[in-house]
Each structure stands twice: as C-alpha cells, then as structure tokens.
C-alpha cells in the first residue's frame, strides 16, 4: 500500500503557489532516473512522470512507494524548487 504525498507549501515568488500547467517530477533519490508515483494507495496505477497541475495550479491525489526526490518546475520548464520525501 503507498502513502498520499502531501506537498509542502510551494513558494514560488512572492508567496504565490504554481500556476497552472506546473510539472512536479518524481525521481529514484540521487538520480535523474524516473521513479512511479501512483493515482491510488493501491499503487496499481502509475500517474505520468511528471504530474501535471490543472488549470488552478492544483495537484491531484499523489501516493508514493518508498523514498524520492521530486522537483517541481512552471509550466516553461522553469524550475522552481526541489525536495526529497520517503513514504
């Protein structure tokens, strides 16, 4: 069973969280290799590497499987900020 990721609070200049269209990747810790998040505590279903914010800069339900480091970037690939969190 995986856990629900509960983003930390994004500041991404002047107090404002990510905008639409954001991507928040999920990656194997110390490496640029993908790693699954999933859609579901089942962890059957892999979201999309990244995941993609909708059009009010929010996430959906993200549940992970073990340790990441994660970065989150606007949406003009712009990063933003970055982080590490285990389930």
Known sequence: MASLFTPPYFDVGNGLTPSD????????VGSEVDKDT?????????HANP???DS???FPQIFL???????LQ????VQQNTGSISE
């Open 21 to 28: 269209g954001a991507l928040l990747y999920f990656n194997i």
């Open 56 to 58: 009010k800069g929010v």
């Open 74 to 77: 606007n949406k003009n690939l």
């Open 65 to 71: 499987s073990g340790n990441y480091d994660w970065v």
């Open 38 to 46: 999933y859609t579901t505590a089942a962890a059957t279903t892999p």
């Open 51 to 53: 995941v993609v914010a």
